[in-house]
């Protein structure tokens, strides 16, 4: 009997046994199996039969919130470009000219992307009537240049006669083409540069002349564009037809740098600096590797620059993102590659950081004072013109994101936003004299200041934060402007002027453009 009892134990707890590990197995099982799917969901590329695509992973729109709002910053809406802090002062000033710095509006991506078909690329008019009018008087316009001048037409074009003005179709998306959205951004920007500086500059009294307004854009349809676009808007059309008086010139530099272009040490200053770029994504071994997964997905044939460039995918990714297209997917060796919401996101959230790294690289300044040094040549000899001729009164240089780049590295500005300008950025430098007595005016009477998208940045240059500034009041008194600031600090021009001559090459161990552009004198 008590061997019997034994046995029974036995059983049972061997029977308790098995059911303690069949638990403990199953939980393995699902935890294994919960762990996978938390890693698939987390990775850009996720196996999926047929039939789940269209529940597991459509729609891929990127929305706007608030984590993805600086996003959205870059695609910069027309309806968000508005007047800020342009033109806004008072005081015993005259606005004596302006120098306009604008990157081209939005355009198509630079390499041929997935799905690039189905992107509507069209401008958006729905939340601005006043902006429709606008792009449709300037279509108008367009489309019966003859009824104006053929040939005025033409003498204002110059080097780009014979330049499409506008899309071949309103909502194609063509590779590096300005798109309607961008027409759109740029008209918006000539309109908000119109409220502030046309009855100051005295700009409608049907006299404009080449004197008057100086334009250069580098030869690429987008910039050409850009700047025919912002000009309409700007001189609004009795103004607009006096084109012919103006005439476009032709930079052949992104850095506008006119003679002061060759420099080989800029170019071992770029090298270094690819170089630090190419260290910091190393260090980050996941986003480099989103960056070659989400390249497959993106690019229709992913070459190795393309695949290893955060900067070259998050510009192709912006094309999706600015125009309400799905985000790509694509079937490889059997598996589904998709860019979803959380990759577009941690692509920007990094590229954000490496902004901040290029501030503090001393390769990265040195190369941007080399390339900007003829650009702000230019700027120096058009403020003494001002000065000495009280003209131009306006100069545009339509350019890239490069350029305001540069410009800001020579002036000694560091901020995202102009490390990474968005579509349509403008930079505006505005010269103002202080009225005096005595008519014969001095350089000391002249001061600048520089505007960034609307914000005033002139206590961010390192050599206007001491000087001798001149302080004026805002003309609004808004709540809004007096929020911005009460006093508007301006710049000498003479500070400008000793920066160049005396101090721009003093990180180069140099006093001159050729000796800091040879290995010899670099520092």
């Known amino acids: ?45 996720t196996r999926v039969s047929g039939n789940d695509v269209s529940v597991r992973e459509f729609p891929r729109n990127f929305k706007a919130d608030v984590k993805t709002k600086k996003i959205f ?29 604008v990157r081209h509006g939005d355009r198509g991506p630079l390499a041929h992307i997935r799905n690039i078909s189905i992107v509507n690329c069209g401008g958006d008019f729905a939340s ?72 100051k500059l005295n700009l409608g009294n049907g006299t404009i002349s080449g004197k008057d307004v ?58 270094q600096h690819v170089k630090e770029m190419s260290d910091h994504l190393r260090s980050h071994p996941a986003v480099a590797e989103l960056i070659r997964q989400a390249s497959n997905a993106v690019f229709e044939i992913p070459d190795q620059a393309q695949t290893t460039d955060p900067n070259t995918l998050k510009d192709a990714l912006l094309t999706y993102v600015c125009h309400g297209a799905s985000l790509p997917c694509v079937d490889l060796d059997s598996q589904r590659i998709c860019v979803k919401t959380e990759h577009v996101t941690g692509l920007f959230a990094y590229s954000e950081w490496e902004s901040k790294q290029v501030a503090k ?17 230019n700027i120096v000899s058009y403020m003494l013109r001002i000065i000495s001729e009280a003209k131009p009164k306006i100069v545009l240089y339509s350019g890239h994101d490069k350029t305001l780049e540069y410009l800001a590295t020579a002036l000694g500005i560091f901020s995202d936003r102009l490390t990474m ?29 520089v505007i960034v998208n609307g914000k005033d940045f002139t206590q961010k ?39 160049l001559h005396d101090d721009y090459f003093g990180p180069f161990n140099a006093t001159n453009f050729k000796d800091a552009c040879t290995s010899r004198k670099r520092g």
């Open 1 to 45: 009997m008590l061997a019997e009892m034994v046995r029974l134990s036995y059983q049972h707890r061997a029977f308790y046994c098995y059911v303690i590990l069949s638990v403990w197995i199953f939980l393995l099982v699902a935890g294994m199996y919960k762990y996978i799917g938390t890693d698939e969901k987390s990775s850009v590329q």
């Open 73 to 101: 910053r870059y695609c910069n809406p027309p309806n968000e470009i508005v007047a800020e802090s342009e033109g806004k002062l008072d005081g015993n000033l005259t606005l004596a000219g302006v120098l306009v710095f």
């Open 128 to 199: 601005s009537p006043e902006l429709e009018n606008v792009y449709q008087s300037y279509v108008n316009f367009l489309q019966n240049i003859s009824s104006y001048s053929r040939t005025a037409w033409a003498q204002f074009l110059g080097p780009f006669h014979g330049f499409p003005m506008l899309p071949a179709n309103s909502k194609d998306c063509r590779i590096g083409q300005l798109t309607t959205l961008g027409v759109a951004q740029l008209l918006k920007t000539g309109i908000v540069l119109r409220n502030a500086y046309h009855h």
């Open 214 to 271: 100086i334009v250069y854009s580098t030869r690429y349809r987008r910039t050409v564009q850009s700047a025919v676009a912002l000009l309409y808007a700007l001189l609004e059309t009795d103004g607009f037809q006096n084109l012919a008086k103006i005439g476009m010139q032709e930079s052949q530099s992104y850095a506008f740098c006119n003679t002061d272009c060759a420099c080989p040490a800029a170019e071992k200053f770029f090298k």
């Open 361 to 377: 690289s001393s390769n990265r300044r040195k190369y941007g004072l080399l390339r900007a040094y003829g650009l702000l040549r």
């Open 421 to 449: 300008p968005h579509y349509a950025s403008r930079f505006v430098i505005e010269v103002y004299r202080v009225n005096s007595k005595n008519e014969n005016h001095v350089a000391s009477d002249f001061y600048f200041r």
């Open 461 to 499: 240059i390192p050599f206007c934060r001491h000087a001798n500034f001149y302080s004026a009041s805002y003309t609004e008194r808004s709540s809004d402007a007096e929020r911005i600031r009460k006093d508007s600090k301006l710049c000498p021009i003479e500070t400008i002027i000793r920066q």
